[in-house]
């Protein structure tokens, strides 16, 4: 079946604009999360969802970041005012939520901020 | 709050050989999950394993196996019988069972490179 998938795979945009980044998540899947991987670097949390509830927010960096989940499926991560330490891989991953919780990860956006 | 090490930046193994990447791990929850990820130079992530904490034997998963000792804390990943294609990026991470935050704490990797 699909997997998960994003877009864009690659953006570049200017320091101030704001982005968008999306996931599809693979079908039935409960629970969403986006992660930031800076170069050479681990994966950095940022914000998770799961069915209905309340996200979790705690990783956001900051209130530029900001991100939506409609219809329980689709998320937006919104970036606004970039700025150049914004430059990440920018990954999002989908699981059921069980015990074992393996997270499906999309192919990521590479995002660069000029 | 949960926290992974990995100590080795960067290992070397020759192919056909076993290697082991380590892994020790903090955390207050009384359950939890410890998982290993591959990242090729692709930049997928690849499920490996899972281990949970209240499971009695290591797990394996063909040649992957993950040698858990609670009382240490660790949770290291032996690859048995490397192959070339095994070169990646390997991340250990942990998530909490008991609690509400289902997401993944990393650690900041380890480069394998197998040696022809």
């Known amino acids: 079946g699909a997997g998960v998938s994003q877009s864009p795979s690659n953006k570049v945009t200017e320091k101030g604009k704001d982005v968008e980044l999306r996931c599809d998540p693979i079908?039935?899947?409960?629970?969403l999360y986006w992660y930031r991987q800076s170069l050479g670097q681990g994966l950095e949390f940022l914000i998770y969802?799961?069915?209905?509830?309340?996200?979790?927010k705690s990783g956001l960096p900051s209130d530029r970041f900001s991100a939506e989940r409609t219809g329980g499926s689709v998320s937006t991560l919104t970036i606004q005012r970039t700025q150049q330490e914004d430059s990440a891989v920018y990954l999002c991953?989908?699981?059921?939520?069980?015990?074992?919780?393996?997270?499906?990860f999309g192919p990521g956006t590479r995002l660069t901020v000029l | 709050a949960q926290k992974i090490t990995q100590t080795q930046p960067g290992m070397f193994v020759q192919e056909k050989e076993a290697v082991t990447l380590d892994c020790t791990y903090d955390t207050s929850d009384p359950s939890y999950g410890l998982f290993w990820y591959k990242q090729p130079s692709s930049g997928e992530m690849i499920f490996l394993i899972y281990?949970?904490?209240?499971?009695?034997q290591n797990a394996t998963e063909g040649r992957y196996s993950l040698n858990f000792q609670k009382a240490r804390k660790s949770a290291n990943l032996v690859i048995s019988a490397s192959q070339l294609g095994d070169s990646a990026m390997y991340f250990c991470a942990m998530s909490s069972i008991s609690g509400s935050a289902r997401q993944l704490t990393f650690g900041s990797g380890t480069q394998l490179t197998v040696l022809p």
């Open positions: 079908s039935g899947h409960t629970a």
């Open positions: 991953a989908s699981s059921l939520l069980r015990s074992d919780n393996e997270q499906f």
């Open positions: 969802f799961q069915g209905n509830s309340a996200p979790d």
């Open positions: 281990q949970g904490s209240y499971d009695q």
